[in-house]
């Protein structure tokens, strides 16, 4: 018949000592991360230090005005030089000019809904302009994953 029994450590020492994993995961040591943003300062970017509640304080996504700032950017701290800027094979130029055409097409597509919709129940229309802006986000999160544009948020 087979019987289990506990293992007991060996002079006090703990069975993970002896295991080869715990061993190289204490031998381990990571340097800290050298964090950079090329945007350091820019006031329509994101901040080292600077946490998401803070900035978002600072620069609200819906109401931050387009005459100030057209995007607000927020850059991968543990990517450095120009790769943080724009990934390579990326097109912000054309990003943009597409962004634009989506948002004005959204805006028409709004403006219909409110014309079109005197009759309907306050919550409809609500849940229509709420659809239209769903659509509106994944039309952009598509165009930017075609343009290989993966940072930056257009502001309201």
Known sequence: MLQLCEVQPR??????????????????????????????????????????????KRLPPLTASRFLHEWIWVHDPYIHGEDNIQ????NVAEFIVQGRELLAQSVKARSSIML?????????????????????????????????????????
């Open 11 to 56: 002079n006090n020492r703990s069975i993970h000592d002896d295991d080869l994993n715990s061993i190289a995961f204490k031998s381990r040591s990571k340097s800290p991360a050298i964090l950079s943003n090329v945007a350091e300062g820019r006031s329509d970017s994101w901040q080292l230090g600077e946490t998401v509640s803070d900035f978002v």
């Open 87 to 90: 990934a390579k094979g990326s």
């Open 116 to 156: 079109n919709s005197h009759q309907n129940a306050t919550s409809t229309v609500t849940r229509m302009l709420g659809r239209e802006s769903t659509l509106l986000e994944q039309r952009i999160a598509d165009l930017a994953v075609e343009m290989n544009v993966l940072s930056g948020k257009v502001s309201g």
